[in-house]
């Protein structure tokens, strides 16, 4: 059962990196300010997740 709750875990993370990403693109950050929420979503995934809600950058709509 450990197997199969972690993989669902697991799915989620991944689909909440896909958004998190496609949200600090369509951002109004710069460039390099877009690069580096990227890579530090990726690398630290549900931490780099955490940081980003709070502290990323702000969609342009809105």
Do not use: D
Not at 2 to 9: C, L, S
Not at 12 to 36: C, D, F, P
């Amino acid at each position: 059962m450990g197997v199969e709750v972690q993989g669902v875990f697991g799915f989620l993370i991944l689909i909440a990196n896909v958004w998190a990403i496609i949200s600090i693109v369509q951002s109004a950050a710069g460039t390099g300010s877009k690069v580096l929420w990227s890579v530090l979503v990726l690398v630290l995934s549900v931490l780099g997740l955490i940081i980003w809600f709070f502290a990323g950058p702000r969609s342009k709509a809105g």
